[in-house]
Nanobody, 120 residues
Framework: QVQLVESGGGLVQAGGSLRLSCAAS????????MGWYRQAPGKQRELVAS???????YYANSVKGRFTISRDNAKNTVYLQMNSLKPEDTAVYYC??????????????WGQGTQVTVSS
């Protein structure tokens, strides 16, 4: 089984920074895409940023220029550096990863979620 464990959420004032981490563990042969999603109360889950195995990033328009996604393939870990945070960034942030397990099966896993709260 492949598992994702997130860390790094918390409470921060507007304009502040947080760094989220998500580590994948288990029987992993390869990880293709990794990404961060968020879900605010009463809203649908939305893609914030994603990154391919080759390191090509994608960002939602709402976070471009403020958030940076990166990954360490040796550690099966993806990061989200969030700067210039705004109250509207408040949400539960979820990590996602998809790839191939050591049992030659495709996997698509979600982390448990980490709360990010930005106060005004």
């Amino acid at each position: 089984q492949v598992q994702l464990v997130e860390s790094g959420g918390g409470l921060v004032q507007a304009g502040g920074s947080l760094r989220l981490s998500c580590a994948a563990s288990g029987s992993i042969l390869s990880i293709n895409g990794m990404g961060w999603y968020r879900q605010a109360p009463g809203k649908q889950r939305e893609l914030v940023a994603s990154i391919t195995s080759g390191g090509s990033p994608y960002y939602a328009n709402s976070v471009k220029g403020r958030f940076t996604i990166s990954r360490d393939n040796a550690k099966n870990t993806v990061y989200l550096q969030m700067n210039s945070l705004k109250p509207e960034d408040t949400a539960v942030y979820y990590c996602n990863a998809h790839g191939r397990s050591g049992f030659a099966q495709d996997f698509d896993r979600w982390g448990q979620g980490t709360q990010v709260t930005v106060s005004s």
